[in-house]
């Protein structure tokens, strides 16, 4: 069945710093591939997705790039704020037929000034 | 403003006693979700359902149950909750089943401890 395996957490960056959160993934044919977050006492709401190989999604800085070869969709972001403190989840919908998407654990950040 | 809503917020209760969790969107969605989220686990989902009267299983629906009666509302039923359902409840929804790139939009949550 599909899953997704994210980098574990948690972990803390100082202000300004570089952001990298492993992401792979396991699923038949050619899913969509999703990052969301979750900030504190908040619902998960959708950061960026990417539908095909190769596709870079992005928002507020982040991005992250379909990569088929590696079944990986690795969240960056150049230059972290304290405002991005918040857990991630990276998730992927198969599309195979029916609409389920599968989450990942989630992977707790902390920004420290 | 659009937005998925359940209530309560925070419950609290004890071994066996009934209790609905309820989820409502008011953006005409189709598709709805029940997830539950547990430290170092993540979303797992409870149940889902396609459109009006048509609900399925996902990984973990053992001990609740669901209905879809009108499209805007997804309860969440305990019959006799049990310990290890204590947990932080989300309701999502799609606006087509069909498509596998639709977002979902996510509820508050509702965190349930059961005594």
């Known amino acids: 069945g599909d899953s997704v395996t994210q980098m574990e957490g948690p972990v803390t960056l100082s202000e300004e710093a570089f952001l990298t959160i492993n992401c792979t993934y396991t699923?038949?044919?050619?899913?969509?591939l999703f990052w969301y977050v979750q900030y504190p006492g908040e619902g998960l709401q959708l950061l960026l997705k990417?539908?095909?190989?190769?596709d870079k999604g992005s928002n507020k800085g982040f991005e992250a790039t379909y990569r088929k070869e590696t079944t990986s969709f690795h969240l960056e972001k150049g230059s972290v704020q304290v405002s991005d403190s918040a857990v991630y989840f990276c998730?992927?919908?198969?599309?195979?037929?029916?609409?389920?998407?599968?989450f990942g654990k989630g992977t707790k950040l902390s920004v420290i000034p | 403003e659009a937005q998925v809503t359940q209530n309560p917020r925070y419950l609290i209760t004890v071994t066996g006693k009934k209790l609905t969790v309820t989820c409502s969107q008011n953006?005409?969605?189709?598709?709805m979700s029940w997830y539950r989220q547990d430290p170092g686990l993540g979303l797992r989902q409870i149940y889902y359902?396609?459109?009006?009267?048509?609900?399925d299983k996902g990984d973990v629906p053992e001990g609740y149950k669901v209905s879809r009666k009108e499209k805007r509302n997804f309860p969440l039923i305990l019959e006799s909750p049990s310990p290890n359902q204590t947990s932080l409840y989300f309701c999502?929804?799609?606006?087509?089943?069909?498509?596998?790139?639709?977002?979902?939009?996510f509820g508050s949550g509702t965190q349930l401890s059961v005594l």
């Open positions: 999502a929804s799609s606006l087509n089943s069909a498509h596998s790139n639709e977002k979902l939009f």
């Open positions: 699923a038949t044919g050619y899913p969509s």
């Open positions: 990417a539908t095909k190989a190769d």
């Open positions: 998730a992927l919908n198969s599309g195979a037929g029916s609409y389920q998407l599968t």
């Open positions: 953006m005409n969605h189709e598709y």
């Open positions: 359902s396609m459109n009006v009267e048509v609900t």
